[in-house]
């Protein structure tokens, strides 16, 4: 950098307009822009946005004409990869085919930020700051055009990846503007105005994802495709029911087998999202470790171990009564509202298995642990497809004792995650087989394995009752979850949240939960929580309405009340105003109240979750013989304006599908700790001639907007169920629907 640049750089960063906590400005090596934005942290422990220094993203408009933004955010396959960069491209002024766009492949949060993905969060928390770091880059290529083209900076407009006289034919390139652009000071956040949606060029287009093409080659970035120097390949073999304790195992007979190099008996640390005692396996590739285990012949110690039981779970349920052990939430007067003799009162009970994530790709990590010579430090080395890479650095200061300094975390790219790679068991298993080995070791799980020693989607069941008035309005909503506690501590993926419809909008209402011992390791899967509650409380809505001989639509839109945001008042709060917006316009689109042929139905179902307002519409034909047929199913969405709009569609059609795949045949079940159902002869999914036609339409309300990978999955099972219910005359209360007899 040059003793202007430094003046420039040191007076940018210090003067009136320095943000240390919003952009720093470099040069590049032989001319160019360089930004680097720091964005809001956010707080786990409050769930709250705070304010921070950490630097997120790059942008970078190289000498060649050429930009390059940085996406921090892991990628799995969820588009954010490519949904980010277009809100910078989109405010720059940038022609889209110019951005090249890069993957953070290091976790440092000091330069990149939050570096985490999950829980539909991403698009939310950095629409803002994107939109900064993109307005700030153009207003300071336009400070610089003004100065080149001695002309008014009104007069100039930032668009394709060049600076335009709006008055002449004049422009010049952002490849000529950057290195006089990065001396610019940079403009006051609070100066900043951002494109109007009309104005539009690059937001709310289709672009395919950034690495499709690499994908469909074979030249993707995942996990599972790591190759590095003098690496071995490794499996972990640990006790089918969780917590089982390694007796013996034939190492010497593993040892002796064509392509392995070593085995080990393992001793963990009893954590299961830290290390499990297990037999240890590494040799020249993956095959000869998996061949290998076939021949393991291990004895195992399950005094301890999980001794879980679906049956034994399912027979404690069915004898819990209308009100559970511990009441959570009470408002108004239920009790006076289901005595009264005037009110219709019903009751139903509703069951929901354990699902596996069932991830494309199994999981695995790359490792290479090097101990320190001469007194040195330890050193540890990670190729690792994550959803927060953050979050492995905590585990490794926790257990092997590293600092930040001693860590090099690579990630990579995920083949669908679904809430599964947020722990680290996998990771600690290769870091063991590297330190055992002294080579760098690539784990990767069988599909057995991962479906085997999965975090489940945790089943559970819940009793519901509710009262309608003579003139078919809600009286009272009362449920009564049971749902499991795990070492004593009921789960945080079940029971009951006041602040969800439609307990949030019932004068009278009460939930109540009543917990099982299960020990099965359970965690978040897709739109945890509300793919469970949905399907429940949306089918019990449609069986109140037939109670009050009420329409469905017109009931729910009812519920609602006036026009609100409900509590509490944050960004994931509810508003009715725009839940009534998706229900009527799933319902005009959908054909909601035409006449159906016999054996064909109309269901409909809507549900608030992760930020979202979603209504599906399914219509459904079952034949004599029990054939199930989603024929179509269409949805309105409101997750405010679109990035990008193929990459929404995706979402919201392979959220639909999965869902209906979950519902048609899919259930976990364990007995004596044994997880039944390892692979996919007994856990089908959903066949290509069984998916639905999919018709998505987006409400691009004036709010941020927030994140659609998990929302448009819970509606569905509630309205494929309510329609096979219009279809047949019979209520579909629990999942899969093979269990209850029905074909796919």
């Not at 929580?529 to 729910?556: K, P, Y």
Request: net charge negative; glycine share 10%.
């Amino acid at each position: 950098m040059t003793p202007k640049n430094k003046t420039a750089l040191a007076s940018s960063i210090s003067g009136q307009t320095s943000r240390r906590d919003f952009l720093k400005v470099t040069g590049l090596v032989g001319g160019g822009l360089a930004l680097a934005a720091a964005a809001p942290g956010w707080a786990q422990d409050t769930k709250k946005l705070v304010g921070g220094g950490d630097f997120n993203a790059y942008v970078q408009i190289r000498p060649d004409g050429r930009i390059v933004i940085y996406s921090g955010s892991p990628e799995m396959g969820q588009g954010i990869k490519t949904s980010l960069p277009m809100i910078v491209a989109e405010e720059m002024g940038a022609d889209w085919d110019d951005v090249i766009v890069e993957q953070t492949s290091e976790v440092d949060t000091d330069r990149y930020g939050r570096q985490s993905t999950g829980g539909s969060y991403t698009v939310y928390l950095n629409w803002q700051m994107m939109r900064e770091m993109g307005a700030t880059a153009r207003e300071m290529l336009i400070s610089a055009a003004a100065i080149v083209m001695e002309l008014p900076r009104e007069e100039l407009r930032a668009e394709d990846s060049r600076v335009r006289h709006l008055l002449s034919d004049r422009s010049r390139s952002f490849a000529e503007l950057a290195s006089l652009a990065q001396e610019q000071p940079m403009p006051a956040k609070a100066d900043l105005q951002f494109r109007d949606r009309e104005d539009y060029r690059i937001l709310g287009t289709s672009k395919s994802q950034v690495d499709s093409l690499q994908i469909v080659m074979g030249q993707g970035d995942f996990g599972i495709d790591t190759r590095v120097p003098n690496m071995l390949y490794g499996s972990y073999v640990k006790c089918p029911a969780v917590g089982g304790k390694l007796v013996n195992a034939n190492i010497a007979d593993l040892k002796a087998l064509p392509g392995i190099v070593d085995a080990y008996k393992v001793e963990g640390n009893g954590d299961v999202r830290e290390l499990l005692d297990g037999v240890g396996i590494v040799g020249t590739s993956t095959w000869a470790v998996f061949e290998a285990r076939k021949m393991l012949n291990a004895t195992w110690d399950e005094r301890n171990a999980n001794k879980d039981s679906w049956s034994a779970f399912t027979a404690f349920a069915n004898q819990q009564g209308n009100v559970g052990a511990e009441v959570l939430h009470e408002q108004g007067d239920v009790d006076s509202a289901l005595e009264d003799p005037d009110n219709t009162v019903i009751s139903s009970f509703y069951e929901y298995p354990y699902l596996t994530h069932l991830c494309l790709e199994p999981m695995n990590c790359t490792a290479h642990y090097r101990p320190g010579k001469n007194g040195g430090k330890d050193h540890l080395e990670v190729w690792l497809p994550t959803q927060s890479g953050p979050r492995f650095q905590t585990l490794a200061k926790q257990r092997y004792g590293l600092e930040k300094d001693q860590l090099t975390i690579h990630v990579k790219r995920m083949g669908g995650s679904f809430g599964r790679r947020t722990s680290g068991e996998y990771i600690c298993e290769a870091i063991e087989l590297s330190k055992l080995s002294g080579q760098p070791v690539k784990l990767t799980w069988s599909r057995e394995d991962s479906m085997r020693h999965d975090y489940f989607r945790e089943g559970g069941f819940c009793r519901l009752r509710g009262a309608m008035t003579k003139d078919g309005k809600l009286a009272a909503w009362e449920e009564h979850t049971i749902g499991t506690a795990v070492n004593g501590k009921p789960s945080r993926w079940t029971g009951v949240h006041p602040s969800t419809f439609p307990i949030a909008t019932s004068a009278h209402a009460r939930g109540s939960l009543t917990t099982y011992p299960m020990d099965t390791p359970s965690g978040p899967w897709r739109a945890p929580f509300s793919n469970t509650h949905a399907f429940v409380s949306q089918c019990f809505i449609n069986e109140l309405a037939e109670a009050g001989s009420r329409d469905h639509v017109e009931l729910l839109i009812e519920m609602m009340g006036e026009p609100r945001w409900l509590e509490p008042k944050t960004f994931r709060a509810m508003n009715t105003e725009r839940a009534i917006g998706v229900i009527k316009l799933a319902a005009e689109k959908g054909g909601w109240g035409r006449v159906m042929p016999a054996g064909r139905g109309l269901g409909i179902a809507f549900y608030f979750c992760h930020a979202a307002h979603v209504a599906e519409l399914a219509e459904v034909s079952v034949d004599d013989q029990g054939k199930v047929t989603v024929h179509k199913v269409t949805a309105a969405v409101d997750v405010g304006p679109i990035i990008n709009r193929s990459g929404a569609l995706n979402q919201v059609q392979g959220s639909i599908i999965d869902g209906y795949s979950a519902m048609a045949g899919q259930k976990i079940t364990m007995e004596d700790g044994r997880i039944q159902q390892t692979n996919l002869d007994r856990y089908p999914v959903l066949r290509i001639d069984a998916a639905p036609e999919v018709d998505v339409h987006f409400i691009e309300s004036d709010y941020d907007p927030t994140g659609l990978g998990e929302p448009a999955l819970p509606p569905l099972a509630a309205a494929v169920a309510n329609a096979m219910y219009a279809a047949t005359g019979r209520r579909v209360r629990s999942m899969p629907l093979l269990d209850a007899g029905y074909r796919v």
